[in-house]
């Protein structure tokens, strides 16, 4: 099973180093990263340049790995999702976040063995961390989650989810017309609209970094669940703001417990 990581990235010159080598170190799997660059001018591409090079003239380069990249101007984060799963090439597609890393050299071994035949899609923990990266401020469990949590505002970590290619060109990439929420449509149309097989990998998979896109203020909190109210009506499920209020005591227990 060939494993593709995909990391959207934009002026990410001051993270982006430790997800690039996050994935460098991983071994037991056949893999290819693709770096999706939206035109950045803050030395990110000289860093994927670097780095691209380096794989390219290692031993690496003669093992099952691949390291593509691009760089041009996109309409976001999600555009730029979509232009790697286009590039893809492996059988189950993951995403990367330019501040993330994978937890360990092994990581995407477990989660390559996971997906047994029938399986298509594996998920699992993460946890936000400090910027010393060591430090748990929040753990992100997924092991009490059920599809029906949808309609309260509550799925798995997103960088978590790992999906079998062929099912972007079955039910489609991620949605344009969010700012925050697209992962989260996906997943409302993927594991819950269409059942899609899923399977729980009890185990943390990502470090994040504290700060993205969805928690960086209140008003990004109300974006958040204002689209989120919107994926689920998208697909065909009742959804209104005030049913998005219960999953921040799952994040209580995420800050409580940081097992």
Not at 103 to 128: K, N, Q, S
Not at 232 to 256: E, H, S, T, V
Request: proline residues 3%; aromatic residues 14%.
């Amino acid at each position: 099973m060939k494993i593709t990581l995909i990391t959207a990235c934009y002026n990410s010159a001051a993270t982006i180093r430790t997800a690039i080598e996050s994935v460098l170190a991983q071994r037991g799997v056949d893999m290819e990263y693709i770096v999706v660059d939206g035109g950045s001018t803050d030395g990110t591409v000289d860093l994927i340049k670097e780095y691209a090079d380096k794989t390219f003239n290692s031993q690496l380069s003669t093992l099952n790995f691949t390291f593509r990249w691009l760089s041009e101007e996109d309409s976001g984060m999600y555009d730029a999702i979509n232009k790697g799963i286009k590039m893809a090439t492996g059988d189950v597609v993951g995403i990367l976040n330019a501040d993330d890393l994978l937890e360990a050299p092994d990581t995407l071994a477990h989660i390559a063995a996971v997906f047994a035949p029938g399986v298509e899609c594996v998920y699992a923990d993460i946890r936000f961390v400090k910027d010393d990266l060591r430090t748990t401020v929040r753990y992100y469990g997924a092991r009490h989650w059920r599809p029906w949590m949808h309609n309260w505002g509550y799925m798995p970590p997103h960088p978590s989810v790992y999906i079998r290619r062929e099912l972007f060109a079955k039910f489609g990439g991620y949605r344009l017309g969010y700012q925050i929420s697209a992962d989260f449509e996906l997943m409302v149309r993927y594991l819950c609209r269409n059942r899609i097989r899923a399977v729980y990998l009890p185990e943390c998979v990502v470090k994040m970094r504290m700060g993205g896109k969805s928690t960086r203020n209140w008003h990004a909190n109300v974006l958040l669940n204002v689209e989120n109210v919107r994926a689920n009506r998208a697909n065909g499920y009742f959804c209104c703001f005030a049913m998005m209020l219960p999953k921040y005591f799952f994040k209580i227990w995420g800050f409580i417990c940081k097992a």
